[in-house]
């Protein structure tokens, strides 16, 4: 025996109070030449473990809090446990946990992803329960015909149409059903139909019978191109009247003195195509009769009940606005 030292456990609580546990081991010598070490401490089975401050009990319930509510949950919870951890510390012991051995699955789903660039690797699912079973660098034959040698028991591979695959579930497991996962049975199916289509293009558009070209509507004539009150009467046979006789070549001044009107009212209608075109606008709905017009020029804002020239003859162009019912109309 080399020495003796005293270890400090922790322990559950009881009765809401944290329990310490006061250990004293023994340090004994090895004398085998072989071992790196000179000195080792004693264990107490059930009670210890190497490089360990807490009893087995106390290190499950910790170790379960982090599986079940990882850091911040887990740490909530061993707080009230009085076990006070904080949630780094509960991740750490989540990680430190060892991963489970995997069944052997009976349906398998084999798989590539890619790392960088064109590195790839290969990804092994359990594709009843879906969870993934196995990952590995690379997407070669003997890698996968290496773990189907050493995981018997495999009834049914889904993989996709890779040729490498292939030959490695048949090298590793002969017995086993190969079959194509949906997302490549549908992928292999729409291109085959694609091309199909593609090829046989014009028989499609021979079978589709055109349907008949349905006659133009009629464009119904509305209120405005029909002569129908006494002004819009009048407005077509002035306008026929002019046209008649600047169509032989006389001038707007003589075409006004031979029916006696203006010579603006001839030029408007000459240069109108149409006759509904010299017919003046009427007011819109809803617009009220009596407007207000403002002026903008030395006193912008005043009020005018007629419009008013601005203060000099040679000052830019007014600007007016028409307010109906103390709003903005543009």
């Known amino acids: 025996m080399h020495s003796r030292y005293c270890r400090t456990l922790a322990d559950v609580a009881v009765g809401g109070r ?26 107490v089975e059930g009670l210890t473990a190497r490089y360990q401050r807490r009893s087995p009990l106390l290190q499950h319930m910790v170790e379960m809090a982090a599986v079940l509510l990882a850091r911040r949950g887990g740490a909530r919870l061993l707080q009230i446990l009085k076990v006070p951890l904080s949630r780094t510390s509960v991740l750490f012991h989540l990680m430190r946990l060892p991963l489970p051995s995997p069944a052997t699955p009976r349906v398998l789903d084999v798989d590539d992803f890619a790392l960088y660039a064109d590195e790839y690797g290969t ?30 028991g495999v009834e049914v591979v889904c993989r996709d149409g890779s040729l490498v695959y292939r030959q490695g579930i048949t090298d590793g497991a002969p017995d086993a059903v190969q079959v194509s996962d949906r997302f490549h049975l549908w992928q292999g199916l729409s291109k085959r139909v694609g091309g199909i289509a593609a090829a046989h293009r014009g028989c499609l558009l021979a079978a589709v019978t055109q349907p008949e070209a349905a006659p133009p509507p009629a464009t119904p004539v509305g209120p405005s191109d029909q002569a129908d009150t006494p002004a819009r009467r009048y407005a077509k046979q002035l306008f026929e009247a002019v046209h008649a006789l600047t169509d032989t070549g006389l001038s707007l001044s ?57 203060c000099t003859r040679r000052s830019s162009p007014r600007l007016i606005a028409v307010t109906i019912s103390g709003s903005r109309w543009p």
Not at 28 to 39: A, I, M, N, V, Y
């Open 18 to 43: 944290p329990v310490l546990i006061g250990l004293s081991v023994r340090r004994l010598f090895c004398d085998s030449p072989w071992c790196g070490r000179r000195t080792f401490a004693e264990q």
């Open 123 to 152: 990804l092994l699912v359990d594709a009843d329960s879906r969870l993934p079973i196995e990952l590995s660098a690379g997407r070669d034959a003997e890698q996968v015909a290496a773990w189907l040698r050493t995981h018997p």
């Open 254 to 310: 003589t075409t006004a003195r031979e029916l006696g009107l203006n010579r603006r009212t001839v030029g408007k209608y000459a240069r109108a195509a149409t006759w509904q075109e010299c017919i003046r606008r009427t007011r819109p709905a809803g617009l009220p009769a009596s407007i207000h017009t403002w002026t903008t020029c030395g006193n912008a804002g005043r009020k005018a009940s007629t419009p008013r020239r601005c």
